[in-house]
């Protein structure tokens, strides 16, 4: 409390001087990669010490109806840089996402005269991360069940002094910090700078060979002791033969259909929690150095991810989903002639941080967004932007672990979750309001509402097409991949993350994918 206390005082010391004089304000996005939106408000507020979040909360608005556009990294993020659904930009996983040469908001910022900077985790152009996650997600609809993931663990490393225990993350943050005092400071221009951090993804679980993916969640004692254990949950799960399918194949291929105990759950949980304390210190130390220069008081500070972690809800461990813990981000804002401690309950989405970016730098005539302006919901500025903001988010997945095509559009007190094609993956339909664990799917019970909300998903996006696009291009990039690698196809392939699995009936497991490959596009 005493680093809120006096931050705010230091804050509203200068507030008669914000951005009066009509200069456009400073700009600085810090963007974490899997949090859980739902820490930044009560009650999820209460399970782990976030001081500088908290700050944010104090001195800005907070909105704590925030998804992201589709729960997974570059898709996310291409959204977030793009504007842009991901069905429009055809951003399908982690591999085909923007080109190269698509124009950001960071662009058009540095165009109309803003001094820019790029730090840490961008990940939104096409072409990246590993072989094992683009294949998983071309072959996703080939009829066998194989586990990609490792077990969810716990890594407890250094002792109750260990704070550094991200030190990409952190040398990243220190770079930011030094361009604030070295470039940002001295500069006659405004300035935007973003800040990506990997924390709290999880890391690599190294014992797992070198395909391995991101299975393990460490921290140090210093940070686990800024979560109260007494707040930790270990969530409820159906039985896995009670799942709906597409959940009961991600449960399995991320490792997660096996025995667990609550204590094991409660440990997973606290490391995870533990790890966003590491990424809202990183927060705070941009926030230091804007102080430390006598910026802070011209600057709008957001903090955001790109999609959140599911930390063992529903039996299942990172993102990939439309459940809360999955697809709700966290978004706060502040600034000067921005209100404070406003809680915001509008729907938004991180397609609408490009139109409001541009609004907060007085950059007015970019069309085709998807997005849009968050300034009037939260600001006294004359805004550019005078659409209103519809109450409703889309949200899309179309990558591994998951078997279908995923859609939510999250509306009043629904959750509506549609697959493929809309007829042959069954629906979920979740009524927040009184099952905020989304355990009860009334879908059927609710036909009109089912009905209703469908109506409305596809007055938004054509989602039967959208899915049958990526169906043909699952297709064409895997029979492409094949043949590039030509004879090394069976020894390449049987040696990705699901090796374990697949190496027990390999000749089976390529058969199921000639099947696949033969089958009309």
Request: glycine residues 6%.
């Amino acid at each position: 409390m005493n680093v809120i206390f006096v931050l705010v005082c230091l804050f509203q010391m200068h507030a008669e001087i914000l951005c009066y004089d009509g200069t456009r304000p400073n700009i600085v996005m810090v963007m974490t990669d899997a949090f859980d939106g739902r820490l930044t408000f009560d009650p999820g507020s209460k399970v782990v010490q976030l001081p500088y979040i908290n700050y944010l909360r104090e001195l800005g608005s907070t909105f704590v109806n925030a998804y992201t556009n589709s729960p997974i990294c570059c898709p996310s993020r291409a959204a977030m840089w793009s504007g842009q659904f991901v069905h429009l930009t055809q951003a399908w996983n982690n591999y085909k996402c923007l080109d190269a040469n698509a124009t950001t908001w960071m662009d058009l910022l540095e165009k109309n005269g803003y001094l820019t900077k790029m730090l840490g985790k961008l990940d939104y152009t096409s072409g990246g991360h590993s072989l094992s996650n683009r294949v998983e997600a071309w072959t996703r609809d080939v009829h066998f069940l194989l586990r990609q993931e490792g077990r969810p663990v716990t890594q407890l490393v250094g002792n109750v002094s260990t704070v550094r225990v991200n030190t990409l993350d952190w040398e990243k943050t220190d770079l930011a910090s030094e361009w604030i005092h070295q470039k940002a400071a001295s500069s006659h221009q405004p300035f935007a700078l973003y800040l990506g951090l990997n924390l709290p993804h999880t890391y690599k679980t190294d014992s797992l060979g070198p395909t391995a993916g991101g299975s393990t969640f460490r921290s140090s004692p210093y940070w686990l002791k800024k979560v109260h254990s007494e707040f930790v949950s270990v969530p409820t799960w159906l039985p896995l033969n009670a799942t709906h399918p597409v959940d009961y194949y991600s449960s399995f291929t991320k490792n997660c259909s096996g025995d667990f105990t609550k204590e094991e759950v409660k440990r997973i949980r606290a490391f995870y929690y533990a790890m966003c304390a590491e990424a809202d210190a990183m927060l705070g130390q941009i926030i230091s150095a804007l102080r430390d220069t006598d910026l802070l008081n011209n600057t709008v500070v957001i903090f955001t991810a790109d999609h959140g972690e599911l930390a063992m809800e529903h039996r299942q461990f990172y993102k990939m989903s439309m459940f809360e813990g999955s697809s709700h981000v966290p978004l706060l804002i502040m600034g000067p002639g921005l209100t404070s401690s406003r809680q915001v309950n509008q729907f938004v989405s991180l397609v609408d941080l490009y139109p409001t970016l541009l609004d907060i730098a007085a950059i007015s005539g970019i069309g085709n967004l998807s997005g849009y302006s968050l300034l009037p919901l939260l600001s006294k500025y004359s805004v550019l932007s005078k659409k209103e903001h519809p109450n409703w988010v889309l949200s899309e997945y179309h990558g591994c672990n998951v078997n279908a095509s995923t859609y939510m559009l999250r509306s009043d007190k629904w959750k509506y979750i549609a697959y493929s094609d809309g007829l042959s993956v069954p629906p979920q339909l979740f009524d927040l309001t009184i099952d905020k664990e989304e355990l009860h799917n009334v879908a059927v019970k609710f036909r009109g509402v089912r009905a209703q909300l469908d109506k409305q998903l596809r007055s938004i996006v054509d989602y039967p097409k959208v899915s049958a696009t990526v169906h043909v291009y699952n297709k064409k990039e895997f029979a492409a991949w094949r043949q590039s690698v030509g004879s090394n196809y069976s020894q390449v392939i049987a040696n990705l993350r699901w090796h374990v699995d697949w190496q027990k009936d390999a000749v089976t497991n390529e058969r199921l994918i000639d099947r696949w490959l033969d089958n009309s596009l």
